[in-house]
């Protein structure tokens, strides 16, 4: 009887510690951090200034990763594309020389749209199989819910895939891209009335792409 006992004790006494471990590292993925964000749009190929960055703070486990928080690392890099004010900056969205990527100036826009890059993994994106000029609704999943996806742009335009370094993913003009490359973010046209909405969802949810339930043109 005693050895059953202690037995349960050892139980009790581990279950208290697992228990305590997940409450630290959910603390711990709350705690506040003060990163950079975009204090107003960057076109693509352009060097970083001082005045382009701004602070936000925000729970550590919200943030897209590589999220950078010294401006040192980003003033004098250059956007590898269009950065929208607001967005959150990561080391992938930089290039220590002018990108020759995708540049805003080459992509026609319907009036009164813009370019937004969004993190997005394979499995968010339809596996990959999407390709350039595909009309596309974005969805939102809250990360810490399990409740409905939610639309928030309709008839988006897909632009580009990109790996987590920023390279296409979808034009060969990225030599010596792996063919398993994982995907590190979506460049989308949207409305630049649903822009707000759409950054202001990124630290709090995850994006999901999906065929446009309107396909046309």
Same mark, same amino acid.
């Given at each position: 009887?005693?050895?059953?006992?202690?037995?349960?004790?050892?139980?009790?006494?581990?279950?208290?510690?697992?228990?305590?471990?997940?409450?630290?590292?959910?603390?711990?993925?709350?705690?506040?951090?003060?990163?950079?964000?975009?204090?107003?749009?960057?076109?693509?190929?352009?060097?970083?200034?001082?005045?382009?960055?701004?602070?936000?703070?925000?729970?550590?486990?919200?943030?897209?990763?590589?999220?950078?928080?010294?401006?040192?690392?980003?003033?004098?890099?250059?956007?590898?594309?269009?950065?929208?004010?607001?967005?959150?900056?990561?080391?992938?969205?930089?290039?220590?020389?002018?990108?020759?990527?995708?540049?805003?100036?080459?992509?026609? %826009?319907?009036? $009164?749209?813009? =370019?937004?890059? *969004?993190?997005?993994?394979?499995?968010?994106? #339809?596996?990959? @199989?999407? !390709? &350039?000029?595909?009309?596309?609704?974005?969805?939102?999943?809250?990360?810490?819910?399990?409740?409905?996806?939610?639309? %928030?742009?309709? $008839?988006?335009? =897909?632009?580009? *895939?990109?790996?987590?370094?920023?390279?296409? #993913?979808?034009? @060969?003009? !990225? &030599?010596?891209?792996?063919?398993?490359?994982?995907?590190?973010?979506?460049?989308?046209?949207?409305?630049?009335?649903? %822009?707000?909405?759409?950054?202001?969802?990124?630290?709090?949810?995850?994006?999901?792409?999906?065929?446009?339930?309107?396909?046309?043109?």
């Amino acid at each position: 009887m005693r050895a059953i006992n202690w037995w349960r004790t050892g139980l009790l006494v581990l279950a208290l510690l697992l228990a305590a471990g997940a409450a630290a590292m959910y603390v711990l993925d709350d705690r506040p951090s003060r990163v950079l964000v975009l204090a107003r749009d960057v076109p693509a190929g352009q060097q970083l200034v001082e005045a382009d960055l701004s602070y936000k703070s925000a729970a550590h486990g919200a943030l897209p990763p590589g999220a950078i928080s010294d401006p040192d690392a980003a003033i004098g890099q250059h956007a590898r594309g269009p950065l929208p004010r607001g967005q959150y900056l990561t080391g992938q969205q930089l290039a220590p020389t002018a990108w020759r990527g995708l540049a805003e100036s080459s992509i026609k %826009l319907p009036a $009164g749209w813009s =370019l937004l890059a *969004l993190p997005m993994e394979f499995e968010h994106a #339809l596996g990959g @199989a999407l !390709s &350039p000029g595909q009309k596309v609704d974005l969805y939102a999943v809250a990360k810490r819910s399990a409740g409905p996806a939610e639309m %928030l742009v309709p $008839g988006a335009r =897909l632009i580009d *895939l990109r790996s987590p370094d920023g390279l296409s #993913l979808a034009v @060969a003009r !990225s &030599p010596g891209l792996d063919d398993d490359e994982p995907l590190g973010s979506v460049l989308i046209a949207l409305p630049r009335a649903l %822009l707000a909405q759409v950054i202001a969802r990124i630290e709090s949810s995850h994006f999901v792409l999906a065929t446009a339930a309107d396909s046309g043109a």
